[in-house]
């Protein structure tokens, strides 16, 4: 059964890789992005299959020679030869199995990340810099880029907002596992009395949309240009290059003031809006997904507590799969692949429970 249905994956493999090299297809851009994407994604699938069939071809010529050989050596080194065979070819299933999982369709794209300071006042937004800083971190570790799109600092340090672009292979499949609530537990630096306090940010992560995701009529949008700000409301230039959109059917209002080019702030902008509308969309998808499912892993409320970083104890837990890890400092340093990792794991098992195949 499961030969047949790799066998069956490989067929498609092979036509998609015909269609690509079709001059008609080469033609309809939006269709050979697809395909492309297709073939990229189901090639590790066709890799594991060969591997798969390969021992399945082993293990049949092993038990023909242990079933005809007389020579008690030689019928000895056939059989350990088929127990580790049979040890690979259950490896190999288990793994294919996981492939066989039908992954997010934007986990490949890009990823707008917002970060926004919450309960706490200045302390919160001094977190939210910490934040903001563990994802560049963590990003230049995977040779991602970032790139600013839009910011609104704290009065004490840090950020009460901050956007940015991450651009790279498979981005949005990794960091989506950080939406939602980020609780940090502390002696805040204006505390004089030595007490903990707790604040929070918020972090959105959004699969950046492309022009062929979202059809933008510029009738609704109303533009505006502004002087750029710098900490504590300065004019940083003054020309008119900062940019707020307001898209007029959802009120949704994006501003990008990064850049000293009118131009550029605009790109930004537009990609952002794109992404907000866009994901207004993918979140009916998710939360079909979270009907469905009694623990979220990667697709859970963006309300939700999801991770609390304890500094008087160097402890950091993910509620979301009861981790806890005390490594605080490496972690909000950007080492957070450990946790990414045994996220992915445990989404993984809670989808081969539902019987996904």
């Not at 079709?22 to 066709?46: A, F, G, T």
């Not at 560049?136 to 910011?151: N, R």
């Not at 537990?185 to 979202?214: I, K, M, N, W, Y």
């Not at 109303?222 to 959109?245: D, H, M």
């Amino acid at each position: 059964m499961l030969l047949e249905k790799l066998q069956a994956i490989k067929q498609r493999h092979e036509e998609v890789a015909e269609l690509i090299a079709d001059p008609d297809v080469m033609n309809d851009m939006k269709r050979y992005i697809r395909l492309s994407k297709e073939y990229k994604d189901l090639q590790p699938i066709v890799d594991a299959y060969l591997e798969y069939k390969n021992v399945i071809d082993n293990i049949a010529s092993a038990k023909e020679m242990l079933a005809s050989e007389k020579d008690a050596e030689f019928r000895e080194m056939a059989k350990a030869e088929v127990d580790a065979l049979l040890q690979k070819q259950e490896e190999f299933e288990e793994q294919i199995r996981i492939l066989l999982i039908p992954s997010d369709p934007q986990d490949d794209k890009n990823a707008i990340v917002e970060i926004r300071a919450g309960t706490g006042g200045d302390e919160a937004a001094i977190f939210a810099g910490d934040l903001y800083r563990m994802y560049l971190k963590f990003c230049e570790s995977q040779g991602w880029s970032t790139e600013l799109v839009d910011m609104n600092e704290g009065t004490s340090g840090g950020f009460k907002e901050v956007i940015f672009n991450v651009t790279g292979d498979g981005v949005y499949g990794i960091l989506k596992y950080e939406s939602g609530v980020h609780r940090v537990q502390r002696v805040p630096q204006t505390e004089t009395q030595g007490r903990v306090h707790t604040s929070a940010a918020t972090v959105a992560v959004l699969p950046e949309a492309d022009e062929f995701d979202v059809e933008l009529k510029t009738s609704d949008i109303k533009k505006e240009t502004f002087c750029a700000s710098g900490p504590g409301g300065q004019s940083v230039n003054t020309t008119y290059s900062a940019v707020r959109l307001t898209h007029i059917p959802t009120s949704i209002v994006v501003s990008c003031q990064d850049q000293k080019s009118q131009i550029k702030n605009l790109e930004k902008a537009m990609k952002v809006l794109r992404s907000r509308l866009f994901d207004m969309e993918y979140k009916k998808y998710l939360d079909e997904i979270a009907s469905k499912r009694k623990t979220m892993v990667s697709t859970g409320d963006r309300s939700a507590k999801i991770r609390t970083y304890n500094f008087p104890q160097g402890r950091v837990t993910d509620h979301r799969i009861g981790l806890t890890l005390y490594n605080l400092s490496a972690i909000i340093d950007g080492d957070i692949m450990n946790i990414i990792d045994a996220l992915q794991v445990a989404e993984n098992a809670e989808k081969l429970k539902e019987g996904v195949s």
